[in-house]
């Protein structure tokens, strides 16, 4: 019995499989079996080139998946990441944004997606993205783009409804420049607004001549503002009469709970607060927080030594130094240790 082979699966039939793919027509199913499974790289390519459908590239895209180290390996990737460049279908789009193409590793351009709605839902729903694989520095920049796109489009009101929803530190930021500064906001009302987001508060706060905005962001309510937002706050604060305070507060509201809840969580204030303060005396009474490795502590270095020595037969140099907290006076020994070829009697 004679099985049909498409031309595209035979790598000796190279040349006639690449003419074969020129006469496809973009919508064209057996396109896609080509792009998705020829065996020849360049073959492979030239049919995810030639696809045009949205609905088949989306296939194309997703077969692949979004692991960089999936079984189908750099060809695949790199077909569904051509693929990914033709889609300009904004539900398609929307759909691939979703599931984190956008914020994988393979850095895709997403500036087809314009749809002001996908955008704006974007940046205000915590749970748009449903990948569990995401690189957040791509996913950052890929809200980023959808901020700047959005305050374009959507205005002074467009802002304020992001303002009010928008759960991202690292983008709040510009939120806040584009509410002073171009729609005229004051800072101060925006950081004392229960109607903003945490994170467009805080940021609004670094903004103003003194810290009492963070003071009193830091200090704010748990259900007005999440532990972790206020302990950002806190670590924004630079006045050391504020942080002061806000020490005093935080020491007395931890002596009056049980010992067994002093938790590191339930300290965590505190810390973010010692963050920027200078006092060494107040500095001091914090330094056992942690033990010997907190960072609580302020190292200096003391002394430094070399010794040369062996890993198994390969020579090498050990580097100790010692470090003591500025503080408490509690020492520390580091040690790290590089491969070298020879040491320095051996040199002569
Ligand atoms: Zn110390």
Redesign the pocket.
């Known amino acids: 019995m004679q099985i049909f082979t498409p031309v595209w699966k035979d790598p000796k039939k190279r040349e006639k499989a690449l003419a074969w793919v020129e006469k496809q027509s973009g919508d064209s199913e057996k396109l896609l079996e080509a792009a998705m499974h020829s065996p020849m790289q360049d073959v492979g390519m030239a049919a995810a080139e030639k696809l045009t459908d949205q609905k088949l590239l989306y296939k194309l895209i997703t077969a692949v998946g979004l692991d960089l180290y999936d079984w189908k390996g750099r060809n695949g990737i790199q077909r569904r990441n051509l693929a990914l460049q033709k889609i300009t279908d904004q539900t398609i789009l929307r759909e691939l944004a979703k599931q984190g193409y956008f914020c994988d590793n393979s850095r895709c351009a997403p500036d087809r997606l314009t749809d002001p709605g996908t955008l704006t839902e974007m940046l205000t729903d915590e749970n748009f993205f449903t990948a569990e694989k995401q690189n957040t520095y791509a996913k950052t920049g890929l809200l980023a783009y959808a901020l700047k796109t959005v305050l374009g489009t959507l205005g002074l009101n467009g802002a304020l409804a992001v303002a009010a929803k928008l759960p991202y530190r690292d983008i709040a930021g510009m939120l806040v420049d584009r509410m002073t500064a171009d729609f005229g906001m004051d800072a101060a009302e925006i950081a004392a607004d229960p109607a903003f987001q945490p994170a467009v508060r805080i940021k609004a706060a670094v903004l103003l001549p003194d810290n009492s905005a963070l003071y009193a962001l830091a200090r704010a309510d748990e259900r007005e503002i999440p532990l972790d937002f206020r302990c950002e706050a806190a670590k924004q604060i630079t006045d050391q009469n504020l942080l002061a305070a806000l020490i005093e507060e935080e020491m007395k509201r931890l002596e009056n709970i049980p010992f067994t809840a002093v938790t590191e969580d339930a300290q965590k204030l505190l810390r973010a607060a010692l963050k920027n303060v200078r006092d060494p005396q107040i500095r001091?009474r914090f330094?056992s927080l942690e033990g010997k490795d907190s960072e609580?502590?302020?190292w200096e270095t003391v002394s430094e030594r070399e010794e040369f020595g062996w890993q198994g037969y390969q020579r090498i140099k050990n580097v100790y130094w010692t470090v003591r907290?500025v503080?408490?006076g509690?020492e520390n020994e580091k040690h790290y240790f590089i491969p070298v070829s020879r040491s320095p009697e051996e040199e002569g």
């Open positions: 001091k330094c609580l502590h302020t907290c503080n408490c509690i």
